[in-house]
């Protein structure tokens, strides 16, 4: 993999604030040509350092006022069992996240919906039938303190 210079950071930056900006306004931003910011752009997308281009939705705004994390331990900890879990989440579109942790518990999930009232019936209907959950332990989140996606990259050393 190549590694990322001043200017490869610098278009990172831009793209995380504003994934819409096109090549020609991030070339005049960097001081530089198309051809070689589209180059790069490219280049970043190949290597797989760009995933991809979202729009962040505001989700109270669209009816999604509860944000949940659950913690979960699995009973079994066997890789067909595991793999199992796995994809059983995935398929769940109330998982916004979802990652496998150390410590008391297997999974830690970031769970956004309507209420109460769907949370209970997600953890009942669709955790619930889950073979391999041994428990569960949810915490509510009660107001967002920070909540971003741009990912900060140190200068290159020189």
């Known amino acids: ?45 190949k290597e ?16 999604r006022k509860l944000m949940a994390f ?3 331990a699995l009973k079994e900890h066997s890789k067909s069992m595991g793999e199992t879990f796995v994809k059983a989440i995935i398929a769940m579109p109330e998982v916004m996240e979802c990652f496998n942790i150390s410590g008391d518990y297997d999974f830690l999930l970031k769970i956004v919906v309507e209420d109460m009232s769907q949370y209970q019936e997600f ?23 920070k909540n971003s996606t741009l990912l900060e990259m140190s200068e290159p050393q020189k």
């Open 123 to 145: 953890l009942m209907q669709k955790l619930g039938s889950l073979d391999n959950i041994g428990s569960t332990h949810s915490l509510f989140v009660m107001g967002e303190i």
């Open 1 to 45: 993999m190549h590694q990322l210079d001043q200017t490869d950071t610098k278009i990172l930056h831009f793209l995380q604030e504003d994934a819409t900006l096109k090549t020609r306004e991030l070339a005049e931003r960097l001081h530089l040509s198309y051809t070689p910011v589209y180059e790069r752009v490219r280049r970043l997308e």
């Open 70 to 72: 659950c913690n979960i």
């Open 48 to 63: 797989g350092i760009i995933k991809r281009y979202v729009a962040l939705v505001d989700r109270e705004k669209v009816g």
